[in-house]
Structure formats: C-alpha cells, structure tokens
C-alpha cells in the first residue's frame, strides 16, 4: 500500500485554502487540483510499503515528541514543471515543524524506511500539471491571500489509494504530539 505521513488540516482551513484554488483555477488554462478533502501537509512519503511495515511506522511515529504548534501559511509557489507547474501555498518556516520533521525522519530511517533525499520544503499543493494565462500575475495573487492559520497537535499516517479512479487519502493511524 501506497503511504505517506501528514499533518492533516481542518475543515475550515481546507474551506479557505478552497476558495484559493478556486480563485486560481479561473486563471487556469488546464490543471489537476487537489480535491478539497485531500489537502494535507506531508512529513515524509514512504511510498509503497507492505502491511506488515505498518507496526513499525506506528512505533517511529510514537518515538517523536515536541508539543503543539501553530502553522502559519502565507504565499502562493510554483515548482516549474514541463507540461505544468505545481503551485502550492508555503508554510513560513517554523522550528517546531523542522524539529518534528527531523525526528520523525530520523526514527523512519532507524527502522530502515528509505525516505526521499531532498530537502525539506513544507507546503499545501493546490494543484499539479497547472498552465495559467500569461495575464496572471503571482505577487498579485499571492498579496491577496489572508494569513491562514493551524494549530498542529497530531500527526497522521495516511494511505493512499484511487477508488473508482478518484485519488483518497484515509487515515490509517495517528499519534497526539
């Protein structure tokens, strides 16, 4: 099975961060928005992982400690792609997120999962393979985004499957920071 860790986000942040992708998708000549119900914040994908590796992903998950903290989310990015870009919205950075991130990657590691390499650049993707029109303005967009805020408590281990197709992300186990 197909999983990932998260930080999953409230049903009124996930309305907010809704109206965005709506307001960007009216800019957009072609795209693959995130369906509103999976919008997440990942910790680290594990990828295809065998059912009897869940145990261990709970125990690493149970190892991390820190305490509640607040996301702070601010601006619109892009990564650039061929065939369409990604565009996401940024969490400003926040050492009690690097700090639960570097743990929980650390405990994963020590109980041989192999993570991605790269570094470590937390956001909430609205969007994959998005051409915009060329009147379509970033800073513009982005000054006009409210400071959205979470408050973090737990973390999620998700699972990630296509139903009928439709791409859904279940929570399969969570731990309380």
């Not at 099975?1 to 109206?19: V, W």
């Not at 009897?52 to 998950?61: H, P």
């Not at 590691?109 to 650049?121: D, I, N, Q, T, Y």
Request: glycine fraction near 8%; aromatic fraction near 10%; include cysteine.
């Amino acid at each position: 099975m197909r999983l990932f860790i998260a930080i999953n986000l409230s049903e009124s942040l996930k309305d907010e961060i809704a109206s965005i992708m709506q307001n960007l998708k009216s800019f957009a000549l072609q795209g693959n928005f995130t369906r509103r119900e999976n919008l997440h914040l990942t910790l680290a994908f594990l990828g295809e992982v065998a059912p009897t590796r869940i145990e261990s992903i709970k125990q690493a998950m149970d190892k991390v400690s820190g305490g509640q903290f607040t996301l702070s989310i601010r601006e619109l990015g892009h990564f650039p792609r061929s065939g369409g870009d990604i565009y996401w919205l940024g969490v400003e950075k926040n050492s009690s997120l690097l700090k639960l991130h570097t743990e929980l990657c650390r405990e994963l590691k020590a109980a041989g999962f192999k993570l991605e390499g790269r570094g470590f650049k937390p956001h909430l993707t609205l969007g994959r393979q998005i051409v915009l029109r060329t009147a379509f303005d970033q800073a513009e967009f982005s000054s006009k985004i409210p400071p959205l805020f979470q408050e973090v408590d737990r973390i999620s281990l998700m699972k990630s499957e296509r139903p009928d197709g439709i791409l859904t992300y279940t929570e399969i186990y969570s731990k309380y920071l």
